[in-house]
């Protein structure tokens, strides 16, 4: 009698967590494409991909890579893209298991995105000015070694994550048990958490609408695979950053939040002193000083940077 109730009460917790899984995904439905601009699509190795311009032809070019995390898309660059489109051409792209684009169940690694990288850069633009947030500025490093950038702005940059554990990559991506976990860690509170505890200086900048896209991003069909390999460690590259940053040949400028604790704003003056590199700083922001302080940012860039008017 006692394992026909165990029995029981284990059937009623499965069957509650694929109805409560399913009931997460029909909720987020369909996601929308958050950038003003053309969408277009880019067949990478059999993934379809998702990316969006906007901008004058004419004028230079400007690859935009979001970082990596749970719900991580281009509407991380969502506040900034209509004031660069001003002097840009903007090319804004979901990465592989992001966003709008296909999340096919990998095993991601930072060679697979450096090569993605690589090739869209190669297919899509010429000679870009390429912007990448957090771990994904790594993946921008590995691939100007083969790639015609002609020049790399790195936000809060890191070529370490956390240590490697293909254990929890494993779990994460079996489909009942992983998928609860991940519904949890990417539910609304936990996405608002990493916003307040390591996205924004100021909570009150936090858009609803903001935690709403990312949530819904999160939960559509296959996003557990790519942040299963990004909270395994797997993501991480095999190479020194500051090492690769110093005999790397593109222009090259790092861009910090002051108050940065994730990557906190020591290492960026340790990765520009190695590098012999431009460190501009903003103040009273942390990881995503970009979508806290658009308008700053943008006039740090702009300055920077060469434009169509120059």
């Known amino acids: 009698m006692k394992a026909r109730t165990v029995l029981g009460a284990a059937v009623g917790t499965v069957g509650a967590a694929v109805l409560g899984n399913r009931l997460l995904a029909d909720r987020a439905g369909d996601l929308e494409n958050p950038i003003v601009g053309v969408e277009r699509t880019y067949r990478w190795r059999g993934i379809e991909t998702t990316y969006t311009v906007a901008g ?77 947030s957090s771990l994904t500025g790594s993946f921008a490093v590995e691939a100007a070694s083969e790639a015609d950038f ?43 958490y990493f916003y307040d505890r390591d996205g924004y200086y100021d909570p009150s900048r936090i858009d609803d609408d903001e935690v709403d896209y990312a949530w819904r991003s999160a939960h559509q069909p296959g996003a557990r695979y790519a942040p299963a390999s990004f909270s395994s460690g797997t993501l991480d590259p095999e190479f020194d950053l500051a090492t690769e940053l110093a005999g790397l040949e593109t222009p090259t400028t790092l861009v910090w939040g002051r108050d940065a604790e994730l990557v906190p704003l020591r290492e960026g003056r340790d990765l520009a002193e190695a590098a012999d590199l431009d ?32």
Not at 92 to 111: C, I
């Open 56 to 132: 004058d032809p004419n004028d230079p070019e400007m690859l935009l890579l979001h970082g990596v995390y749970a719900g991580s898309s281009s509407h991380e660059f969502a506040p900034i893209v209509d004031r660069l489109s001003e002097d840009y051409r903007v090319i804004a792209v979901d990465l592989p298991g992001f966003g709008r684009s296909e999340r096919p169940p990998l095993v991601y690694s930072s060679t697979l995105y450096a090569e993605f990288v690589r090739d869209f850069a190669a297919d899509v633009t010429d000679e870009p000015i390429v912007v990448a």
């Open 150 to 192: 002609e020049q790399l702005v790195l936000i809060c940059p890191t070529d370490e994550t956390s240590p490697e554990r293909p254990w929890l990559r494993t779990l994460v991506r079996t489909p009942i048990v992983g998928t609860t976990l991940f519904n949890l860690l990417a539910s609304k509170p936990a996405i608002r």
């Open 279 to 310: 460190l501009v700083v903003i103040d009273y922001a942390t990881q995503l000083p970009h979508a806290e302080h658009p308008d700053k940012f943008v006039e740090y860039l702009t300055a920077e940077l060469p434009r169509a008017d120059a």
